[in-house]
């Protein structure tokens, strides 16, 4: 099974709110990622978790906050968001983030739309 | 660091017709894969080809990391083939993997 799985799937939002994405894989991957990725641009990386720990953080604005509970879950916790972070938010895992095996898979991601 | 290309930018083919589809890349590489985003914006892994050639159907990828490009082919294309075609590729000094600009192929019954 390589299916990694997201909820919700649409999410709109006000600047003022507390929202929370998730992410599930059950293929045993001790990686997990954040991606955001706008309309006609490729992802970019967000964060990456290596088992269960926060091990880059590429410069994110804190009003998004990570969070991995445990090695099949990933959060990303949502708040005083501005419109322009409305965007498609795709979480990926692989086997380990440093070694050969770390071919990535992408669950089908959240479109966020901050009013 | 590393710097990933793709060509050409746009495609439109007739069903049926074939094609290929570039990536180049900068340095070496650990890990390349092709990823197909269809338009509800699900990343599906196509190939995961650091070197070599591979078939899967219809689609058949190779990349030659000597002379740092992977091509991958698109025979008897479909209209369920359109969307945008990405490369991304990891080089091994940090957990980033680096992605093109894509390719947007649009097939036409």
């Known amino acids: 099974d390589t299916e990694v799985t997201q909820t919700p799937k649409h999410l709109v939002m006000g600047m003022t709110n507390k929202k929370s994405l998730k992410c599930e894989q059950h293929?045993?991957?001790?990686?997990m990622y954040w991606y955001k990725q706008k309309a006609k641009k490729p992802p970019e990386l967000m964060f990456v978790?290596?088992?269960?720990?926060?091990?880059i953080n590429e410069s994110v604005p804190s009003r998004f906050s990570p969070e991995c509970p445990n090695s099949s879950l990933l959060n990303l916790h949502l708040h005083a968001l501005q419109p322009e972070d409305s965007a498609l938010y795709l979480c990926?895992?692989?086997?380990?983030?440093?070694?050969?095996?770390?071919?990535?898979?992408f669950g089908p991601g959240t479109r966020l739309t901050v009013l | 660091g590393i710097q990933v290309e793709q060509s050409p930018p746009d495609l439109i083919l007739q069903e049926g017709a074939n094609s290929t589809l570039r990536c180049n890349f900068s340095?070496?590489?650990?890990?390349l894969q092709w990823f197909h985003q269809n338009p509800w914006g699900q990343l599906i892994n196509l190939f995961y080809?650091?070197?070599g050639t591979k078939q899967n159907g219809r689609l058949s990828a190779t990349t030659v990391a000597t002379e740092r490009y992977s091509l991958l082919y698109i025979s008897s294309s479909q209209t369920t083939d359109s969307g945008v075609y990405f490369c991304a590729a990891w080089t091994g000094a940090n957990s980033k993997l680096t992605f093109g600009k894509g390719i947007t192929l649009s097939v036409r019954p």
């Open positions: 080809i650091p070197s």
């Open positions: 978790y290596s088992y269960e720990k926060l091990s």
């Open positions: 340095d070496s590489v650990n890990n």
């Open positions: 293929m045993g991957h001790r990686a």
């Open positions: 990926a895992s692989s086997q380990d983030s440093l070694g050969p095996s770390n071919e990535q898979f």
